[in-house]
């Protein structure tokens, strides 16, 4: 379980406070839950503050308990917490087994590592020992991405948009994903996306906008009012502008 | 030279735990001190110079030589002259490379001009590390020559590697390439502390169809200073291709220049140079994963030059 209490940021722009997150109080439990939200909402700012990337102005985060607010993102990692990036990073010279196995952690087979590039739907000979460089197109590192959080199996899991890139590969079976993670692992699974199939199998939607907290609840009292809201009506908006 | 010691070096720069099957020569402190010939394969002494002939038959297939060179001696500087003549049609496996062990206060230096008469058709894969080690001050030098000839149609890959403890070195690599030629090159350098490596690559595409793939990865670290030259000449309908990829680590410093000279209409010929050092984002990735900072960056230059 994690909760975030009173979560603030700030960063400086143009010699004034710009506020990205403010008051921030939400706890999440264990199931999947959608952060959704019009773009520039604060929705990836938030998931970085629960990786460790960014370090709020103020405010605590408990991870299972335990107040993780001051620790490293290794630390974090280490006691459970894994971030799929929206935009994955690239490596000259690290192969895509080489991540696998620092994802996981101990050592890995070449088989077990094949696995869990299947379950991503990349076949594994193609893959396993590519590096991870420009030669891979956006929605194979997407698909990577997620294979090493599949290998890490943690307790908590965020993903920033994971389905941005991957359209060749079917929506099912990225859900399928996400199902058989949840099953694995009973934690919290954190999906940051505009998709309505994916806050479809949210168990509870979270709504930012304008670095609040705009609305949250089950996805049955979320899912109507963002479907017929203006802020639905919005991100659509965002979505298909060129 | 101590047997342990001997040993040991040739582990760190042929990767060799035993004597290896097929042709070697093993020189160490400035003498041939072990000789293996094969039905193809013949290594002969210079008679007007210090160094040996390497004769490959035409046809030689999937056969190795190695010549490692060792220096433990104090003070010694070697210079040596080896000439390989890879016939007609063969394949093969060439591993040079050179250790310096330094226990003394005097600088060390090893200095080996390797020059390649590659026949038609013929195929090398060449592969030279260098490596120093030792409690000892004096400068550790290496300054290796590589003159490369490939006939019609011939092909080279050299893979030379120069991880660890050299103080100062100057690579000079010049190549000429007939029709159809290929020549690859992956250069792999790191420096420390105020160790200097300069690399100067020239490479003359002078036959119909020829190619060259001249790539070089480093990491400059302490307050290490490293050139990069490469130039590639067009003389030809060719394809030519150089690359240098640095890091820079500390107070490293790398000077990348390559250059191209196109000479003929049909030559086609590209560079890429890019210098930085290690993104945030990669070492942010791999802490994400449960890296430390240092334990990611060691991960991100070992897998870069892998």
């Known amino acids: 379980m994690l909760e975030l209490k009173d979560i603030n940021f700030q960063v400086e722009e143009d010699a004034k406070d710009k506020e990205i997150l403010k008051h921030i109080d939400l706890t999440i439990e264990d199931g999947f839950v959608a952060i959704t939200g019009p773009n520039g909402g604060g929705k990836s700012t938030l998931a970085k503050v629960i990786a460790g990337v960014i370090k709020p102005t103020s405010g605590r985060i408990i991870f299972d308990g335990t107040d993780i607010t001051d620790m490293t993102i290794t ?40 696995t869990f590039l299947s379950d991503v739907g990349l076949c594994a000979r193609d893959y396993v020992n590519r590096e991870v460089n420009a030669s891979l ?15 890490r199996g943690t307790k908590l899991s965020i993903f920033d948009e994971p389905e941005a890139g991957i359209d060749l590969w079917s929506f099912n079976n990225l859900i399928r994903v996400f199902e058989n993670m949840q099953e694995k692992t009973h934690g919290s699974i954190i999906i940051i996306s505009h998709q309505e199939r994916i806050l479809n199998i949210a168990d509870r939607i979270i709504v930012l906008a304008n670095g ?12 109507p009012t963002l479907l017929d809201s203006e802020a639905a009506c919005s991100v659509i908006m965002e979505k298909l502008a060129p | 030279m101590d047997k342990a010691l001997q040993q040991h070096m040739l582990e760190q720069i042929a990767d060799l735990h035993e004597r290896p099957v097929g042709a070697f020569n093993l020189r160490a402190d400035g003498v041939s001190v072990e000789r293996q010939t094969t039905a193809n394969i013949d290594i002969v002494t ?15 297939k999937n056969e190795g030589v190695h010549i490692p060179v060792i220096l433990a001696q104090a003070g010694l500087k070697d210079m040596v002259y080896n000439d390989f003549f890879v016939g007609e049609g063969a394949d093969v496996t060439i591993v040079a490379g050179c250790g310096i062990s330094c226990m003394g206060e005097e600088p060390m ?41 490939i006939d019609e149609g011939g092909y080279m890959e050299m893979e030379t590697t120069q991880i660890r403890g050299v103080s100062s070195t100057v690579r000079d690599t010049s190549a000429k390439l007939g029709d159809g030629a290929t020549l690859i090159i992956k250069e792999k350098i790191m420096t420390d502390g105020d160790q200097t490596a ?9 036959g119909a169809g020829s190619t060259a793939d001249v790539v070089s990865r480093s990491v400059a670290k302490g307050t290490s200073y490293q050139v990069f030259n490469s130039h590639i000449h067009g003389n030809n309908e060719c394809y030519g291709h150089t690359e240098c990829d640095a890091i820079l680590m500390e107070d490293g410093r790398v000077n990348a220049i390559p250059s191209l000279e196109a000479n003929c209409i049909d030559a086609s010929l590209i560079h890429e140079a890019a210098i930085g050092k290690i993104a945030g984002e990669q070492i942010i990735k791999l802490m994400t994963l449960g890296l430390t900072e240092e334990e990611a960056e060691e991960q991100i230059v070992n897998g870069f030059l892998k």
């Not at chain 1, 991540?99 to 996981?104: D, G, Q, S, T, V």
């Not at chain 1, 197109?137 to 290998?151: D, F, Q, T, Y």
């Not at chain 2, 210079?46 to 030689?60: L, R, V, Y």
């Open chain 2, 46 to 60: 210079k008679k007007d110079k210090p160094g040996i002939d390497i004769i490959i038959a035409p046809g030689t």
């Open chain 1, 137 to 151: 197109s956006g929605g194979e590192l997407k698909r990577i991405e997620i294979a090493m959080i599949i290998a």
């Open chain 1, 75 to 114: 630390e974090r990692a280490q006691a459970g917490i894994s971030f799929a990036f929206q935009q994955p990073v690239r490596f000259k010279g690290l192969t895509v087994f080489d991540l696998i196995k620092l994802a996981h952690g101990t050592d890995l087979s070449l088989s077990e590592a094949c």
């Open chain 1, 212 to 223: 609040e907290v705009a609305n949250q609840g089950t996805r049955d009292e979320i899912l």
């Open chain 2, 109 to 149: 230096q090893h200095d080996g001009i390797h020059s390649f008469h590659i026949g038609k058709d013929a195929k090398v894969r060449y592969v030279e590390k260098h490596y120093a080690e030792g409690a000892g001050s004096g400068d550790r030098i290496l300054n290796p020559v590589t003159i490369v000839e």
């Open chain 2, 198 to 206: 300069e690399t100067n690559f020239q490479v003359d595409l002078d």
